[in-house]
């Protein structure tokens, strides 16, 4: 085995590891050259936030237009307040939409489901959110339920 | 009883003692950058032995495992009716947890015991020794080029290993078991994050890769060089990445996943 | 001896896994002249070459190589230090990886940068020098132990050292194989001036070809001299050495406990 024959073997075993990697990254993971670009970050407070979690799904119509960047405790309000990062090309979000937390199916994972509203004016990066709706939580329906509420 | 506490007390000084040679042999791997036109030949030659010579192990193994993470989650989430999620099961099973684990405990059958061994057959026919007396350190001729081939050629072999799994189970998934592509694609994207769980695999597998490979030249260099010597320190080689390996791996994945 | 002392070990004492090897011995071996140190096996003359070396390190005494204290150099100096130095290990010790061939070149590979058709001329000198020109390709499993002692020997001069030390080259020659080695061995020392330690305990040959000899036993030295002068040495211990006698005050038997004992003679109960 000669050096040059060595060094060609090992080169492509290192090319063969950039390749899955990028295949790790491109299919995988779905990291699109189009989605690392820009983000702007809009904020919503919720009552109850259930089950979502930070890097869960952003949609509006279905449509993932963003992801949950972080969950944490607003202290005078004592509600949750989520940041949620939207892709860049979504910037014409109603400044009136509201913020809904969603479940799929019935026992899938929940995220936050935009419902659109009618003004002229759109959320802009640092805006939040005027109305939200918190989960639904099972538990609570069916208490209310049987209390009689 | 005293005999039984002195002798206890005794075992942990020798393994706090243990782990001081082995750190100093480390420094002393370590100290030093090697000359490049003379290090980069040693290198390749390494990483042929140690990587490209563990890619056929590790396709195999990869294909397999994926395979059977793709029945036995359809069997368990077609229970559910969302076998659609199976894309995604699989894809954070191999990319988390057993591309890093598996390629690491494969790679310590594989490459580590061969490296034990042969460092240790140079130090028992006084191949070492004889390096020494013409002015060679073999810490850094023999030993650095082994122990940064395992450091790099480890986390390739794991990725590898991941994307063969992925595709194996694509196979079972989608060709056998009829789950519609799109969704074994699409749910699997939907979930797995670049940053989050492919990177955070490969520096598991990086630090798998220097902890086995340092285990592997340890054992070799520090073994009884005699043939009972050396079939004793590749079993050590194995048992030891082994316990290592699993137990990093439950505080890595503490770290990085654990969310507290 | 003075100035003209290459090596010179004084008192050293040097114990290994409890067991005092040597106890005290100082040793000169001058410049330029070939050295038998001679002793019964297991009497710790390659622990002696191991020494001067500077594998190991005494555990009180002193050990002058070329006027520099080898047990107190630097790793770095040392190394530099070993440049100089060549050694010939008892098992040959050639690199199993490599063929005859890259085994000689090996040294002028790492410390001189030597164009490769200078290497290869200097390679087949020293090579054709022990006979063994025509096995270069061979790889070191295909020769057998005294062709290997010999490519050993080629490499350890291949960088022209001021020492070397010889560790039981003798053993496992056929006598042509042997003759070689001694002309090459008196060769080298009188067209170089190298300073030659030969390690052995083959009293016939070495003394044949050694200008001084030191015969160490009981990790002591009990006799040194010229050929001629041990001779005549008054000592009972060296005389019984040279001329091979079993029984006389050097034991031939690992230190141990009285036989009876060991064999369960002793009369008590085990
Ligand atoms: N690695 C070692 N550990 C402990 N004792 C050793 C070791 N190597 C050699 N010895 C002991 O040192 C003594 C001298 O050995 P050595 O120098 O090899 O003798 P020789 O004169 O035959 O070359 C022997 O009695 C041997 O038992
Ligand atoms: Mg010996």
């Not at chain 3, 004492?13 to 330029?32: A, E, H, K, T």
Request: charged share 15%; glycine share 12%; net charge negative.
């Amino acid at each position: 085995m000669t050096q040059r024959t060595t060094d060609i073997t090992v080169g492509l075993f290192m090319l063969a590891g950039l390749a899955a990697l990028l295949f790790l990254a491109l299919q995988v993971s779905g990291l699109s050259p189009k989605s690392a670009k820009s983000t702007y970050t809009i904020y919503a407070d919720f009552n109850d936030t259930g089950g979502i979690t930070p890097r869960g799904r952003v949609s509006m119509a279905g449509v993932t237009v963003g992801t949950i960047d972080s969950i944490s405790l607003n202290k005078e309000t004592f509600q949750a307040r989520v940041a949620m990062s939207i892709h860049g090309d979504v910037d014409n979000i109603p400044a009136d939409s509201a913020a809904v937390i969603r479940t799929s199916g019935l026992l899938g994972e929940q995220y936050i489901d935009i419902s659109i509203g009618g003004e002229m004016d759109s959320l802009k990066e640092g805006d939040t959110f005027y109305s939200t709706q918190s989960a639904m939580n099972i538990e609570r329906l069916i208490s209310n339920f049987a209390s009689g509420k | 009883m005293i005999n039984r506490i002195a002798s206890f007390g005794r075992s942990g000084i020798d393994l706090v003692i243990s782990f001081g040679q082995a750190g100093r042999f480390l420094a002393g791997v370590l100290s030093g950058v090697p000359h490049p036109a003379t290090g980069f030949p040693l290198l390749m030659k390494q990483l042929y032995s140690v990587g490209v010579l563990s890619l056929a192990i590790i396709v195999v193994s990869g294909l397999f495992i994926g395979m059977v993470l793709g029945l036995q989650g359809y069997t368990i989430l077609s229970d559910f009716g969302s076998e659609a999620a199976i894309g995604q099961m699989i894809a954070l099973t191999l990319v988390r947890e057993l591309g890093p684990v598996v390629t690491a405990l494969l790679f310590a059958g594989r490459a580590g015991s061969a490296l034990t061994a042969e460092i240790g057959l140079m130090k028992a026919t006084e191949q070492l020794s004889s390096m020494e007396m013409m002015g060679v350190d073999p810490l850094r001729r023999v030993i650095a080029p082994r122990l940064w081939a395992g450091f790099i050629a480890m986390p390739v072999l794991a990725i590898i290993f991941s994307m063969v799994g992925i595709w194996g189970g694509m196979l079972v998934g989608v060709e056998w078991l009829g789950v519609f592509e799109g969704s074994y694609w699409g749910n699997m994207q939907a979930s797995v994050d670049f940053w989050d769980d492919v990177v955070n695999g490969v520096i598991k597998s990086v630090v798998f890769g220097f902890v086995c490979a340092w285990i592997a030249v340890y054992q070799g260099y520090d073994c009884v060089p005699t043939s009972a010597g050396i079939s004793s320190a590749t079993t050590k080689t194995v048992v030891y990445s082994s316990l290592a390996v699993l137990g990093l791996d439950f505080v890595l994945t503490a770290v990085m996943f654990g969310n507290f | 001896m003075g100035l003209s002392s290459y090596i010179s070990l004084k008192d050293v004492v040097f114990s290994r896994s409890g067991r005092r090897i040597f106890n005290g011995v100082s040793v000169d071996i001058p410049r330029g002249k070939i050295t038998a140190i001679m002793g019964p096996s297991g009497s710790g003359k390659t622990t002696l070459l191991r020494l001067v070396g500077g594998q190991l390190r005494p555990d009180s005494g002193s050990i002058m190589v070329d006027g520099h204290p080898i047990s107190e150099l630097r790793r770095k100096e040392l190394y530099k230090f070993r440049e100089k130095m060549g050694m010939l290990f008892q098992s040959g010790a050639l690199f199993t990886d490599l063929s005859v061939y890259e085994n000689v070149a090996f040294p002028m590979r790492v410390h001189t940068k030597l164009p490769e058709d200078m290497i290869h001329d200097i390679v087949l000198m020293k090579l054709e020098a022990v006979g063994l020109r025509g096995a270069r390709k061979l790889m070191p499993s295909e020769l057998s132990g005294g062709m290997g002692r010999r490519v050993a020997l080629a490499r350890s001069i291949a960088l022209d050292p001021e020492l070397i030390m010889y560790d039981e080259p003798f053993a496992g020659q056929d006598p042509i194989g042997m003759g070689v080695l001694v002309k090459l061995i008196r060769d080298l020392n009188s067209s170089m001036g190298l300073t030659s330690v030969l390690v052995s305990h083959d009293v016939k040959e070495s003394l044949s070809i050694c200008h001084y000899a030191c015969i160490i036993a009981d990790g002591k030295v009990i006799g040194t001299g010229t050929p001629a002068e041990l001779q005549d040495h008054p000592s009972e211990q060296v005389q019984q050495f040279l001329n091979g006698h079993p029984d006389g005050p050097v034991p031939f038997h690992y230190p141990s406990s009285a036989a009876a004992e060991d064999f369960g003679l002793s009369g008590g109960v085990s």
